[in-house]
């Protein structure tokens, strides 16, 4: 799951930790971390996550913070969580909200959303300069982690990535087009000591309507690469690489608890 942005670095690098509990039923639930390197291997961000899931409803929670001296040029703090339900085909998020501390620029957003595919109190702090958010169609739209919890059930289930999610995350209106790429094998690099076949997949954001603030810009494109490895066909991404305005970043999934499981690997950093 990845970064803010995702199940797993989807956001900012991308993005996710404890926090949000789905209502009703107990939950199962999955806490992964994810440490993410840039340049010439620089440590530069750490991404917790966790995911709660009941017959019938979710819960995302993502922390993402920058790391070690990378903080000194980018200090990066974000919290994003979401809920909401599942049918036998489909998930829909009911709130959505994310606190973003960017250099001392603090910013919040919150979205909810009504079961007729409506948004509403789409809520922005500070508000943006300009109108370029007005008149938007938000109809139809999911948050981010939403987004890539729809493609990771759907390679779960059909073993394919093929999948366009409309997205609005309080800043941008966009496209996140998926794709299959190829099952490839992965071997332990310098980072991680992660070995087994993996289903890679490609993903490209496509911009509809853009922040004016190019400060709050996130990724391009990206790959994941996805393994099964807890129980009843999930899927987790065990590297991830981001095109950023920071440069490109890797991701390594270093510690996954779940389902009875405890798997590491990578050290603590």
């Known amino acids: ?137 938000l109809r139809g739209t999911v948050d981010q982690l939403s987004a890539y919890y729809l493609l990771e059930r759907q390679l779960a289930r059909r073993g394919s990535c093929n999948l366009t999610v409309p997205v609005f995350d309080g800043s941008e209106l966009y496209r996140l087009r998926f794709w299959d790429v190829k099952e490839e094998t992965l071997t332990p690099d310098g980072h991680q000591n992660f070995a087994g076949p993996t289903q890679l997949c490609e993903v490209a954001r496509e911009l509809i309507v853009a922040n004016p603030n190019k400060n709050m810009s996130t990724y391009n494109r990206g790959r994941m690469w996805y393994a099964r490895l807890l129980r009843g066909a999930r899927v987790v991404p065990v590297r991830m690489e981001y095109d950023t305005p920071f440069g490109a970043v890797v991701g390594y999934l270093a510690e996954l608890t779940g389902y009875g499981v405890h798997l590491k690997y990578m050290e603590t950093q």
């Open 1 to 137: 799951m990845l970064p803010h942005r995702h199940p797993t670095l989807v956001a900012a690098a991308l993005a996710l930790a404890t926090g949000v509990s789905s209502p009703g039923l107990a939950a199962d639930r999955v806490d992964a971390r994810y440490e993410v390197f840039g340049f010439a291997g620089m440590h530069v961000l750490t991404n917790r996550t966790s995911l709660e899931e009941t017959p019938n409803s979710y819960s995302i929670a993502v922390n993402l913070g920058s790391r070690g001296v990378a903080s000194a040029f980018v200090d990066l703090r974000i919290h994003s969580e979401v809920y909401g339900k599942i049918s036998s085909e489909a998930a829909r998020p009911e709130a959505y909200r994310s606190n973003v501390w960017r250099n001392g620029d603090d910013h919040d957003y919150g979205v909810r959303y009504l079961g007729d595919g409506n948004v509403v109190n789409a809520v922005v702090l500070p508000p943006p300069e300009g109108s370029y958010l007005d008149g938007v169609p």
